[in-house]
């Protein structure tokens, strides 16, 4: 793993918004890929083996959704929010 590559952006999982945790989701879940393989030619060159597979793209996002599902955790599930900002 490289020393540079921070996992966790910002070394914490909170998060103004929903939105915010989500995109915060979707990074964290990128970043995993990239250590996993950190050889970027090697990942552009499978990009295309995933993009058309439909079980891959699955996959990703149930990826993305844990990551989600523990940042809502960590936000107490946005609380705070109002109704009317929720929607």
Same mark, same amino acid.
């Given at each position: 793993?490289?020393? &540079?590559? &921070?996992?966790? #952006?910002? =070394? %914490? +999982?909170?998060?103004?918004?929903?939105?915010?945790?989500? !995109?915060?989701?979707? $990074?964290?879940?990128?970043?995993?890929? $990239?250590?996993? &393989? #950190?050889?970027?030619?090697?990942?552009?060159? +499978?990009? #295309?083996?995933?993009? =058309?597979?439909?079980?891959? +793209?699955?996959?990703?996002? &149930?990826?993305?959704?844990?990551?989600?599902?523990?940042?809502? !955790?960590?936000? =107490?599930?946005? %609380?705070?929010? %109002?109704?009317?900002? $929720?929607?």
């Amino acid at each position: 793993m490289s020393e &540079q590559t &921070q996992l966790i #952006p910002g =070394n %914490s +999982l909170l998060t103004a918004t929903p939105e915010e945790g989500r !995109a915060l989701a979707l $990074k964290i879940a990128r970043l995993t890929i $990239k250590i996993t &393989q #950190p050889d970027a030619e090697v990942r552009e060159r +499978l990009r #295309p083996d995933y993009a =058309n597979d439909a079980s891959m +793209l699955i996959a990703i996002g &149930q990826t993305v959704a844990a990551e989600f599902s523990i940042i809502a !955790a960590a936000n =107490n599930y946005w %609380s705070w929010f %109002s109704p009317s900002e $929720k929607d």
